[in-house]
C-alpha cells in the first residue's frame, strides 16, 4: 500500500528557507513521477513543482530560482524520500504543502500525502 508522509514545515521569517520531505513507502519511487504542491486559504491547490524518475524537472513559475526539487531513489521496495528545498521565501508562499506520486504520469497524481503547513511572516 502506498503512503506518503511530508515533514519539514513551519514558521519562517521572510527571506528565510526551509525544506520539506515527503517519506515514501509501498512504492519503488525511481519509477514513480512524483510532485509538490500547495493550497492556500481560500485558494485553489496549485503545482509547485514535479520531477519524473529520471530526474528531470518542472517549476510554477513564482517558485522558479528559488525553490529547488529532488529524491532519493532506492532499489528496492524500500522507504525513499523526496524534498523540496525553499529560499527566498515570500508571505506569499505561505500554503498547505503536499506531496504526490503517480506510477504513470506527471499530469495527474494517484496518491497523496496529508500535507505540511508552511507559513511565512514576520
Known amino acids: 500500500q502506498v503512503h506518503l508522509a511530508e515533514s519539514g514545515g513551519g514558521l519562517v521569517q521572510p527571506g528565510g528557507s526551509l525544506r520539506l520531505s515527503c517519506a515514501a513507502s509501498?512504492?519503488?519511487?525511481?519509477?514513480?513521477?512524483m510532485a509538490w504542491f500547495r493550497q492556500a486559504p481560500g485558494k485553489q491547490r496549485e503545482l509547485v513543482a514535479r520531477i519524473t524518475p529520471g530526474s528531470s524537472t518542472n517549476y510554477a513559475d513564482s517558485v522558479k530560482g528559488r525553490f529547488t526539487i529532488s529524491r532519493d531513489n532506492a532499489k528496492n521496495n524500500a522507504k525513499n524520500t523526496m524534498y523540496l528545498e525553499m529560499n527566498s521565501l515570500k508571505s506569499e508562499d505561505t500554503a498547505v504543502y503536499y506531496c504526490a506520486a503517480d506510477q504513470w504520469t506527471w499530469e495527474t497524481y494517484n496518491y497523496w500525502g496529508q500535507g505540511t503547513q508552511v507559513t511565512v511572516s514576520s
Open positions: 509501498g512504492i519503488i519511487s525511481g519509477i514513480y513521477y
